[in-house]
């Protein structure tokens, strides 16, 4: 069962006509547990499901943690907290996780946001440029002018960061759905830069495609998939069954060895999180990714897996929440 915050609404910024961000006070208790990375997202109690929302704010700007919601046409979640957040409001969270987040702040980064894809990208752009000296180019799409998502912020930065960030607007309404060779054609020139792309699903296939076309390595492209959770995070887990068999476990989790005698029916996750380590996940149910880790050896199988694709599947990751092992021995590592 992960540990549920009761976090309070300080502000509701109207951001768009259809995007607000919501901006979280910590007290000094909460600080810890919400330390986070640029990148990463917070699970949100919504009425009785719960979606996850990446920070738009970086880490070095302090206790006020700040989450953009936007509308989603005939959604659930995304419309409630428009339209029922206000300032003062005590709204239950989980700790920050996920794994889209610069692993080096100092690298040239190339980024592509779609409409609310901004926000993960946000974060990590506003930490490189605070806390790294790498070049970032950011390729942002949007449907017309009026939907763009921070542009008063983005313009500041790049007028004050102007020798180390470019922006680059991409709008539907004037421009159409930018093609895979438009995007080739635009990012040809940065093909040595680390990639970060979130957006509709159509916009990060492009993109994808456009970077493997002109050779950029698989480990330098990180994609941020955004789906609506559907389960619910926030209840009990039923405890697992226990059975005979057994697989030798080695884990290296935060720079530490481990290791266990792992039952062959409990999931890699769940077995960790009863053994004390702070392994780190969200939904439970193989759809964010917050789990990732890598097999080093062995072979597990996943019961479910609707985020990672058959390339992440063939570099050895994983979904841990999803992952019961199948052979006598298994090690794992999480980067
Ligand atoms: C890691 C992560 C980070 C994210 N970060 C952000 C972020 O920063 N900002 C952001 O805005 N979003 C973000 N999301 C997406 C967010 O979690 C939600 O998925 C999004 O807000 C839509 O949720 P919803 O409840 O409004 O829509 P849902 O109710 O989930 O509906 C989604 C779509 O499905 C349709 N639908 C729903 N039920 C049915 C049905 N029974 N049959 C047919 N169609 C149906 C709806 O009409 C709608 O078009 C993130 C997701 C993840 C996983
Ligand atoms: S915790 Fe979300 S996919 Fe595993």
């Given amino acids: 069962m992960p540990e549920i915050h009761t976090l309070t609404v300080a502000e509701v910024v109207t951001e768009t006509p259809d995007a607000h961000s919501v901006v979280f006070e910590l007290t000094p208790e909460q600080a810890e547990a919400f330390r986070y990375r640029p990148g990463q997202f917070l699970t949100l109690k919504v009425g009785t499901a719960a979606r996850c929302y990446s920070l738009s704010s970086a880490p070095h700007e302090g206790s006020r943690l700040k989450v953009t919601v936007k509308r989603t ?51 990590i752009l506003k930490t490189a440029l605070r806390q790294g000296n790498g070049r970032i180019t950011l390729l942002y799409a949007n449907r017309d002018e009026r939907s763009v998502i921070f542009a008063g912020e983005l313009a500041a930065l790049s007028r004050e960061f102007a020798g180390r960030l470019t922006v680059l607007h991409w709008l539907e309404s004037v421009q159409g759905l930018p093609t895979v060779e438009q995007l080739r054609t635009l990012a040809q020139p940065f093909a040595e830069f680390e990639a970060f792309l979130c957006g509709p699903a159509p916009f990060m296939a492009a993109a994808k495609q456009a970077l493997k076309d002109f050779g950029l390595p698989k480990n330098r492209i990180h994609l941020e998939k955004f789906v609506s959770l559907g389960g619910d995070p926030f209840a009990t887990q039923a405890p697992a069954p226990e059975s005979g068999e057994t697989t030798a476990l080695r884990v290296d989790l ?69 992952s019961v092992p199948l052979t006598d021995a298994v090690s794992v590592t999480y980067e």
Wanted: glycine letters at 10%; a negative charge; aromatic letters at 6%.
């Fill in 73 to 123: 046409d005939g959604g659930y979640g995304s419309n409630w907290i428009c339209d029922n957040i206000r300032a003062g409001a005590r709204v239950e969270v989980l700790a920050p996780a996920g794994v889209f987040t610069p692993k080096d702040l100092d690298e040239n980064l190339l980024l592509f946001a779609g409409g609310s894809g901004i926000t993960p990208v946000m974060s």
């Fill in 254 to 322: 935060d720079g530490t060895q481990h290791e266990f005698t792992w039952p062959r029916q409990r999931k890699l996750l769940d077995f960790l999180l009863d053994k004390g380590l702070d392994a780190p996940y969200s939904c439970r149910e193989g759809q964010c990714s917050a789990c990732a880790c890598r097999i080093v050896s062995g072979e597990v199988k996943m019961l479910d897996n609707e985020i990672l694709d058959s390339e992440d599947i063939a570099d050895g990751i994983v979904l841990a929440c999803q």
